[in-house]
Every structure is written in structure tokens, then in C-alpha cells.
């Protein structure tokens, strides 16, 4: 084995115990990670290199090249070096300070102790210097800290239990055994002289797979993963263990998961990307026509002039003129792409991440998390969002099982009695049972007097939860137990147990010591036989004290009800209605039973267990045969229901959510009939609908064909179907197809199976899938796999065009959210694999719609108001040079100072416009979250898109043919009260500058909805700047230092005192400005949008509040806010004897929303009304209406 | 902030209830209401109005004259004269005559002015060297590289002052005469001070330092622009002051055009002496053109103007008429959108209540 170790380094990995000098020869990477990107030295370098790599980067370093070119440069060199150099160090500032932390925390974790053996004995030594082929030892509650083969464990058989949180996100236990010949290797003496070799496979990133051989004493034993400690585990209830290193530092799994996330663009990014590939070939077609401009110009005229100025040595003729005027030109109106736009939409967005971090509104005091912007490059996506991806358990529902009825022997026990009358008193189970769990809730008290009476059933039946399961108990100090469950409806069933009476103490692997009824008693555990999937239940066999061997088993009604002895029929009549009771309430169900055993039965059944057991070929199935063997003629004993706890505010959070035309799929591992209880319980599904479609075929043909069915049901017969709807949709629909679909989505629900959704996402049935469920209001896919949660995404991604979001909690929604446009992860009790690959995350499903609705909308509001007004900034400013060229001759002149040009992007302009972006909000908060419909803007992309782009263009040109022609007209004539002429160049540039500072100053003005001290402070601040930047640079001191770079001295005061230019500026800005205001005037006369509507109610209500609240005005803020709920619109509607005015415009918006969402909400607030109110149900109904 | 994190441990994370981590400082948002904009836009066209009335009135109280000489009269002859780039250095004298109404009352300006000349090309206005002109040593003997090819002459002697610019200087020289009604002719006198901003004059133009040197001398070692007839110390042959780089007449023609017709002060009437006090009176006047400056290379034209002041400057119709335009525009959309309010607004009826 040894001859071929040095040539096949790539395919095999050899590791030799205890012998580093062997070890070396691989060259093998050390334990020390590095994720950070650059040193100190290579820092600038590498990042410019990065930086260069962008597009845009790359453009105006080219364009600087340009400039130094003395016959084309048109601009002094610095008025492109110092936007550049400003971006590229706000970048390199930020790539830093992200490298630094990264740095802190690499050597955060390479300066972790871990124990190693050197020599025989253990030496403390840092993570980074441990290498591979060393033996360390783990202490309890450690993190491992490399990929480790388990050699030994303190506990017996070489056991030890680690947690995986970090790694997958599980966060139940996992045990892991050594192989048996290293197990034996207890002290640190034996292990110092073992020299085992590991072969195994080439560092790879799959988590739970590992194949390798260990070669020691001339055997070979097999190594799977259950035998590895992967880094990133932490031990758990194991003293101390001891492991080989196979993988160090870059090579571990771990470290081999954590690649590059796929960087996630958003639609206004691809848009704006497309419209600045438009601006460079409009700026080519303007650099063409200018030059066709010159080569006229010096042939008819410049040629004539030569005898003033010759043309450079180099031009010999009209057409190389024109070629370098081209180059010219493309360096003066390169402006109208600023490199400011791209530094500015990432300070928006970072400002935007973080007023999502700082939201009190979306922190979890329970938790203590806030809500955290992961990435921030996606904020406005999410004021688009059309459709929701959840997971189930932990995303909708708490994962949070309690133990809520339970049906004993055709007696049911838990039913609250009445849900208006007063809250049942929650038992106390102290004084009865001192190991109660002081936090399991239970109501009924009959069940714990059936227990204290001594019913044999009940008891019977606890004792089977306190036996039944594969819990591990941890019992800190006297009495204080903790249970590790696998799941969790164990922990509630075993706690259930618990609390009535029949605690579990402990386990070995050969017995269960319980306390029943306080009384210690110790059961012999004879076998386990375990869950399944397939099987769907599980079994224990135990010898109780007096002798009796019994097998308890519980699982699932339908395959449970099936195996029971015939005498039972009676009861389990009684039984099935209890659990379909439950069922109907959205509880998960387990039926329990038992049998009894004698010995020669129990010696009969464990000898074909063993049997089965060591079989080499088919070992499952043989044993599974072996389990239904036994599992038969059963006594039943009752059964139990758990309530999966719904997420607070989560109905209400699906409700709004669907009200701002937001679809909202269920995607769940979970069975069918669950997953429609809790689409039930959360409102997704309800008794209005009109239809609930299920899809459960097995076959390719019987999946086509319910598709199919449901098609024609949901749009061919949809005529009739929609006249029962209760708002009637108006009679002509749109005539577009998906209008269609979208008219009749309302009262249509959809459910699949996993098994159907495979052959659903076949490529030949993908469409019909596609049309069928997007016509639903509600989809629900149970029991799918990861996989396909990320397929069904990428379905919807790939034939609507949708914006897409995947909300998560567990590992197995990673994929989902990975793929979808905007992933979330709730940070809940399920580890945190979820939260690492979302973009967002935060604790509670409900602040999804503050996010959305709030964060999203106004993120999206501001990106587009944004965009709009910069390139409105920037067209206006450059297409100027557009117009003096026809005057200069196509010379390339600039218009303006050439500083002005440096610093217009980066100065005078750009703060204003940032503080919209950043700032700016049309409604309040809380109206957005109250009329949900405000959302849809964004959806339909309404507020920013090719055709608000070219407006945006001509305002810019028109402003820019304003700002050249009125000052044109009025100064070539004008003169100065002393007789000096005004039609200088000087005096031209500089009252053309003012205007133009001032006309977008006014214009970003008119844009901004929202003014708070900061917009008052930049605006006026850029306008002050102007002016003194402006008179510094035309100051004696700066002309007299370097009278060949200021040689605009003394322009500023001798323009700006004369009235003139004052009154050109005026009626330039007047001429700007009017057409815009009349337009929005007119827009917003004629067709209001929902958001202006709401905006004029809530300017009414101010002015008519005003008289009253005169001297409460220095008040708490929040109290105000209050009011404001209240007072909210939602009352306004369904009272309907409101203000006649708010009534009036709300009517003129119910006529043009086809989709009448007034009547959906009546009908909301009509169904709440009805069904009894939870404490916390009314509670959030206050907030919502 | 401190003392929350310490108080309670469950709410360490808790973001800080602050106005602005919030967002909800407290702001003003306005809207466009009927209230606002109508009423805004009867107000801007009444000022409009008003200023386009004020300064229509103020506008009609100025005088103007245009006397095109390009090749009028007997300057038609120079003209012919000055294609030829031989007979550079002979002079030729031309006389223009012209007449005026109405008598110019008040100040009295004259401009030569010039079409068709681009001083605003964009190499033209770069070649110059201002750290020349502000006088200092090392720029007079070796001149900015953005002079060329006006930096050197063929003996490599550096040019002062050197540049596109100042070698293209506008040469001709205008004697004004009056012909009152008797015959007699009083030669106009004209101020040729104070015609540039006060900043160039003082601050942007300066000679080299003088030390007990003439200026001749600390011109020495340059040499005249190609065009020009006088070195620049001999600019002004009436006033030693006046030579050099702060020569008035050269630093107007230095403050470059913007557009490629354009006028420049050449003087200013001084009403001292009868009969001039009270400006021009009307009657006949003839210029006596020193007609040197070539315009046919570049299909341009010369011409002097003749205009009184206001406050706001020279005659310009522009500005009020504009005012006017935009006044009636901003007029009739403000009825038109008052109109579409009342008819046709959606929520019109109620804005009123």
C-alpha cells in the first residue's frame, strides 16, 4: 500500500497516526483558515484589481486614458480621477473594513486551545498548528476542531453525541461510534503508540458521506461517516473523546461548504444596467453626430479660420478632426453616466439595510433578535415581491409541539369547554408531582383526577408515553430533567407523560428507569424497533419489574388502527372519531398501543430479530419484516393530540400579505392532511372557496389528467363560477389571457403532493402546473423534498417573471431560499443554516409584512424616485455641451468651469438626492401596512421602467435646451449697468451653472414627499456649497497660487451682482419647472394613485386635527401614532357613514381596481367577527383595523 | 441607550428607540392640492407680468444703433485691401457715415462687435498662458505649451503675450465725430477706461515687476505676437499706463466670447464738454475707421454699435418679451388646469371642502 502513496496524492488521501513526518510528505493544508481575502501588502493591489474587473470601473479609466491625450482631452484630467478615486476608496474602505473583521475572526478561531498528544502526552496548542495525523482530544462541549476519525470515547463502546448546529442546522443530537479496535484505546499512552493509516477520499463537501479504510495491525477496517466528528460539531453529554485529524483547516468539510453564495442581482439592477448600455450608445450617437458636426463645420468653416488657429500639427484634414472631436465629446458628455450613480444606488441601499436593522417594529423580545439585512444589494426587490415561498414548521409554526388532547380508552380528555366563557385555569402539577415541567400547559383537569384515581387505562397509557421513545434525559441537578428529543412531539409526548405522573429518569442501553406515580421503577429494554418513514410508528419491548414483557408501540392512526386485535373494534370506532376531531382542529395525531408477550413468543421473535439483524443483504427489509411480525394483534390504548403552534400574527400576516396581491405558496415537508390544517388554521384556505383542488396521482397520466380537470374547472367554468363570488368581477374582463387567470385567482386553492409535484415539474407538464396553480389563491405542496422546493421556485422564476421570496427556517429550506430572488430565514429554535444562506432573516413570520409592505415599498419608492430624478440631474447637465456645440464650432467646448463639472455629480448634487433616496416616504408606515394595495405598484414595476425612463430623459433634455437657450438668447445681447458686455464665455458659464443648480435643486424639491430636517440641511446645504465652493474658486488668493488652472477669477461676483443674470436664472427655472408641476398637478387631479389618495386623507385629517392638538403637540410621539390607528381608514370603509370626502375617493378607487379589495377586507373584517376571537387574535385585530 | 442595555439583559439587542433609526423624524410633506398649485400658478404669471411689463418699459427707454462697415462706402476698398495678407502692414483709414434721430441721453457706449469670429473654440480659448499675463517672469520667457503654435517665434524668440487669443487682438481703431446741424464737427470724446471687470484689470492682468526698468526693458528677450503691428509695451502711444499686459483694449479681447457673434466696449462718451453732456444729440455722425483687422478669411463681418444704459444694461427685448410669453403660457395652463380641475378632477369636490 505504501508504494503508490506518493503518486496518487489527488484521488486518495493517506494519513498516518501519530507520525507528522509521514504526514508532510502530502503536503497536506494545516489546520489555519484563512477567509479572509488580502494582507497588508497585497491589499491595494488585489483590490484594484477587483475593483478594475467592473464594467463601469474599467469605462472611466479608459475615459481617463482619453484624457491625457492633449488633442482629444476636452476635460482636465482630475475632473474624472476624482469622482474615480472617490469611489474606489469608498469601496476599498468598505472591502477594509469587511477584511478586517475577517481577520479578527480567523484569528479568533486559529487561537483556539485545543488538547493535542505529542509524544505521548497532551501539550495545549493552538487550532492553526495542528496538523493532520494528529490525535487531540476533545473535552465535553467543545468544538471540534478539525475532521476527526472518533478513536475513543470516554463513554462506552467507543459512543459520543455531538450536535450539529452549525454544520446543518439540525439541532437535535447525532451519536457517533468509533471503530470497535480503536475504541479500546483509552488512555492517552495507548493512543501514542497507535500508527493506524487512514486511506480515505479527497477533501469533497458532502456532509454525510465518508468513505475510507483503516489499515493497522495488517487488517483493514471500513470507516463510514459514523465514525467522523466533522468541525464545526460540538460534543455533548460525552466527558471526553479522542480523534485522528483527516481534514485540517481548508480541507474540512465545513470549510469546503462555505463557497460563494450566488450573488444575487435585482430586476432594477438588470434594468439599469440595460438602460446604461442605451445611455452609452446614445452618447456614442450624440459623439457621432457632433463629429459629423466638426468635419462640416472645419471644412466650411474652420479651415477659413486657420489663419487664427491652425489646427494641430497632427490634424491635416476636416476628417481627423472630426475623429478626435468624436473622442472628445465622449469625454465631455460621459456624464450623462455618472460613476456616482453606482456608489449612490449602494449607499441607498446600505441606508435602506439598515433602517431594516434598526426596526423596534421587527425585534423579537422573546428571542432578543432584530431583524438583520444580510445582504444589501436586494432592498427595493422586495417592494416586488409577488410571490412567497414558506416553509411550514418553524416558518408558519412555531415548532413548538404541546401536548394539547388525548383520547383514553374512548374517553376524551383537553376539550376546552367553551371559548367565550372565562379561561379555564391552567393545572398546576406541582404539588402533585414535584419533577413536573412548570412550563407544560394543561386545562383539563379531569385527566389528571383519572390519574389520581388510579385508572388503569390512563396509567397504562402514560406509561407507554414515558417508555416509547428514543429520548435522552439529562438530569442537571436533583429533579431538574432535560429532555433531548429527536423531534419534537417526542419531548411533548414524553413532558406529557412527565407531568401526569410517569417520569423518564434515565436510560442505558438496557434499560428505562422511570418514577411512576413517584415510585422509581426500572424496566428491562429488551429492543427498540425505530421510526420510519415507511413504517410510520415505533416500538419498545421491556420487561417490567414483575417479570411481564409488553411491547408498546405508537405511530400513525391509519397504519397503527390496522394492526389491533378484532376485539378492539368497539373502541376504536370511538378512537378514529376522537382523531378525526382532532384532525379537523389542526392537531397531529399518534395512536397508541400495546400488547402483551410471553416469553416464548419474545424468545422466538428475537431470535428471527437477530437473525434479521445480522444479515448482510437486505438487512432493512428483512428486519422491517421482522418488526411487522411482531407489531400485530395490538391493544389499543388511545391517542394523542399535539398542537403544531401557529407563529403569532401569522392569518393575519397571510391575510394582509394577500390582500397586496402577494401569492402565497406552502411548501412542507409534512403529510397532506396536515399541511391542509395548518393552511386551515392560517387562514390560507377557507370555507369561502370555492373549490379546494387536490393533486395527489401517482402517475405521470393520473397527475395530467387532475391538472387537467382542475384547469377546465378553474377557467373554462370559471363564467359560472365567478357569478357566485360575492363581489362581481365587472362583465368584460381584460382581454389578455393572464388577466384572466388573475381575475378569477380568488377563490381557488390548490394542493399537491410531493409525489405529483415530480411529475407535475416534468418539463412536458411545467406549463399546465404553472397556468393551473397561479389561477389558485392558495398552493400548497406537501411532503416535498429540498430539491424540489428549489424547483418549484425556479419554475415560477422561469415562466412569470415574477420576483420571487423563500422564507425558511431549516436546512432543508437552504435550497429554496438559495434560489429564490430574495431569500428570508427565520432565526428560530432550528440552527441557524437557514439565516447564513438568506438575505434577510429575522424571528417571527409576521414581520414578513413589515418588511414587504413597509420596508420593501418604501425601498423600492425611493430606488425609483431615485433613478428617475438622477438621470432627469444628469441629462439636464450634460446635453447642455449637446447645444453649445452647434455654437463652438464642435470643438469640444465645455459650457461649464471645468471644476464645476469635477464636483456637480459629487457636491452640488449628489447629497439631496441621496436623502430622498435614502429618506424619502410617501405614506406613513402604518397606512402601508393598512391598505396592503399600495403594494402593487412595485409589483406591476410601475414606478421605474423603460417608459418613466425616457420621461425622466426628455425632462432632462428639455431642462437641458432651457438652461442653454434662455441664457443664450438673453446674454449675447446683454451688457452689464457699467457697458461691459454679458455675452462672455465666463459669464455664460457661470449663470448657466447657477440655473442649472438651481433648476434641479427646485426639481429635487417638487420630488421629495418627505422632508425632514436632513433633506432641509442637504438641500440647502448643496445650494450654500454651490455658491461658496463657487466664489472660492474664483477667488484672487486661489488665481494668484496657480493663475493657469483658476482663470475664472473673479467671474462669480461680477455675474451674480448683475440683475440680469438673476432674471435669466429666474425665468429659466420658471420655464423648467411649470410643465412639471402642471403635469403632476394633472396626474395627480385625474388619476390619483392609492398612495396620493391616502396621502390627501391624511393631510385632511392633519389640518382638521390641527385646532385641537395645538398644545399636545410637544407630546409623545407614540401616543399620536396611536391615534392615528384608530382613526385608520379600514374603520372608515366598513362603517361607511364616515367623512363624505374620504368615502368619495375611495369610491373612485373601488371602480378602477377591478380586484375590489374593499370588499375583501369587509369580508375579512365579516369573517373575523364571526369566529371566536383568541386573546391574541384580538389583540392583533386591534393593530390591523 | 447605555443604561437600557444594562437594565435588561433580554433586551440587549433591542434596536434604540430613536426618531431617526425609526423613521419617523419629524417632516413636512407636502402635495400638490388645488389649494397650492393654482392659486401658485395665478401668482407666477402675475409676476411675470409685471417684470416682463417693467422690463419692457425699462428696455424701450434705451437707445441702439448698428452701423455695419465690413466693406460700407469707402471701407469697401480696405476690405480689398486686407484680403491680401502681404499688404498687412499698410494702413488704410475709411470713413462711415450714419445719422441718428433721437437724441442718446445718459451714457453713451460704443462697441465694436465682430460675427462669424469663434472665440470660444475650444483650442482657441485655451491658448493662452494667464501665468504670463499676470506677469510672471518665468511664463514671460518660456510661455505655457497650450500657446502653440503662437508660444515661439521662427527665431525662438518666446512670444509676449503669447496665444491664439492675443495674436487674433481686434486692431481697428474707431474716431467718433459729430457733424451738428451747422456743419461744424466735434470730434466725439471717448473714455477708453474703464471698460473692463474691475478683477481683470487689477487682479487677472498684471505687467512683470517693474524695478526701475522700463517696460520696454522687461519686455526684452520677447518678441510681438505674429498679427500684431506694436509690441505690447507700445500699446497705448497716450498713456504709459496703459501699456503692457494691462492694456484695457487687450484685455477685453482677452475676456473670449462665448458665442461666435459677439460686441466688445471699445469706449465710453465723456459728457464733459458741450455738446456732449447730455449725451448724443441727433443728427449726423461719421466714424473714422482705422480699418486694419481682416474679416474675409472667415466670412465675418464688423460693426460698431452705438446704445444707452439702464439699470439693467443695453437694449435687450429678449428678456422682457420672454417674460411676456411665459407670463400668458403660465396663464393659460393655470385656467386650463383650473378648468380640468373643476370638470373633470376626481377628487376636485372634495379638495374644496
Partial sequence: AQTNSSRRPKEERRVRANDREYNEKFQYASNCIMTSKYNIITFLPVNLFEQFQEVANTYFLFLLILQLIPQISSLSWFTTIVPLALVLSITAVKDATDDYFRHKSDNQVNNRQSQVLIRGSLQNEKWMNVRVGDIIKLENNQFVAADLLLLSSSEPHGLCYIETAELDGETNMKVRQSVSVTSELGDPNNLASFDGEVVCEPPNNKLDRFCGTLYWRDKKYTLTNQNMLLRGCVLRNTEACYGLVIFAGPDTKLMQNSGRTKFKRTSIDRLMNTLVLWIFGFLVCMGVILAVGNAVWEREVGSLFQSYLPWDPPVDNFLFSAFLSFWSYVIILNTVVPISLYVSVEVIRLGHSYFINWDQQMFCSQCNTAAEARTTTLNEELGQVEYIFSD???????NIMSFNKCSINGQTYGEVTDPLGPQPKRLDFTPFNPLADPDFCFYDDTLLESVKVGDLHTHEFFRLLSLCHTVMSEEKSEGELVYKAQSPDEGALVTAARNFGFVFRSRTPGTITTIEMGRPVTYTLLAILDFNNIRKRMSVIVRNPEGKIRLYCKGADTVLLERLHPCNHELMNITSDHLNEYAADGLRTLALAYRDLSEDEWEAWSASHRCADKATDCREDRLAAAYEQIEQDMMLLGATAIEDKLQEGVPETIAVLSLANIKIWVLTGDKQETAVNIGYSCKMLTDDMTEVFIISGHTVQSVRQELRSEHVNGTGGGEGKQLQCPPPPPPPPPPPPSNLMDNISGEFALIINGHSLAHALEADMETEFVSTACACKAVICCR????????????????????????????????MIKSAHIGVGISGQEGIQAVLASDYSFSQFRFLQRLLLVHGRWSYLRMCRFLCYFFYKNFAFTMVHFWFGFFCGFSAQTVYDQYFITLYNIVYTSLPVLAMGIFDQDVPDQRSLEYPKLYEPGQLNLLFNKKEFFICIAQGIYTSVVLFFVPYAVLSDATQSNGVPLADYQTFAVTTATALVIVVSVQITLDTG????????????????YFTIMFALHSQTLFRIFPNQFHFVGSAQSTLLQPVVWLTIALATAICIVPVLAFRFLKLDLKPQLSDTVRYTQLVRQKKRKPGRLGARGGSRRSGYAFAHQEGFG?????????R??????ATFASRHSSSWIDTLRRKKHTHAHTPPTGAETAVKITYY | MGKEKAKSGSLARRPDNSAFKQQRLPAWSPMLTANTVLPFFYFMSLICMLLGVWLLLTVQSTQEIKVDYTHAGECNVCFEIRKNMSNAGESCICTVEFSIEKPFKGDVFFYYGLQNFHQNLRRYMDSRDDAQMVGWKENLKNPSI??????????????????????SIFNDSFTLTYIDSSGTEHKVPLLRRGITWYTDKNVKFRNPKVDNLTLAQVFEGTTKPLYWQKPVYELDPHQATNNGFINDDLIVWMREAAFPNFKKLYGILYRANKPFTKGLPAGNYKI????????????????????????????????????????????????????????FGKNGKNMEE
Fill in chain 1, 1010 to 1025: 418627505f422632508w425632514t430636517v436632513i433633506n432641509h440641511v442637504f438641500v440647502w446645504g448643496s445650494l450654500g456649497s
Fill in chain 1, 392 to 398: 411550514k414548521t418553524g416558518t408558519l409554526t412555531q
Fill in chain 1, 784 to 815: 416535498v423534498t429540498p430539491l424540489q422546493k428549489a424547483q418549484v421556485v425556479e419554475l415560477i422564476k422561469k415562466h412569470k417573471k415574477a420576483v420571487t421570496l423563500a422564507i425558511g427556517d431549516g436546512a432543508n429550506d437552504v435550497s
Fill in chain 1, 1131 to 1139: 374603520e372608515l370603509i366598513t362603517s361607511g357613514k364616515n367623512m
Fill in chain 1, 1141 to 1146: 370626502l374620504s368615502s368619495l375617493a375611495l
Fill in chain 2, 288 to 343: 473714422e475707421i482705422s480699418y486694419n483687422f481682416p474679416v474675409q478669411y472667415f466670412r465675418g463681418r464688423k460693426q460698431v454699435v452705438l446704445t444707452t444704459l439702464t439699470w439693467f444694461g443695453g437694449q435687450n427685448h429678449f428678456l422682457p418679451i420672454a417674460y411676456l410669453v411665459t407670463s400668458s403660457l403660465i396663464l393659460l395652463i393655470a385656467v386650463v388646469l383650473t378648468v380640468v380641475w373643476l370638470k
Fill in chain 2, 146 to 167: 497650450y500657446c502653440e503654435p503662437f508660444k515661439k517665434d521662427q527665431n525662438g524668440l518666446p512670444i509676449a503675450p503669447c496665444g491664439a487669443v492675443a495674436n
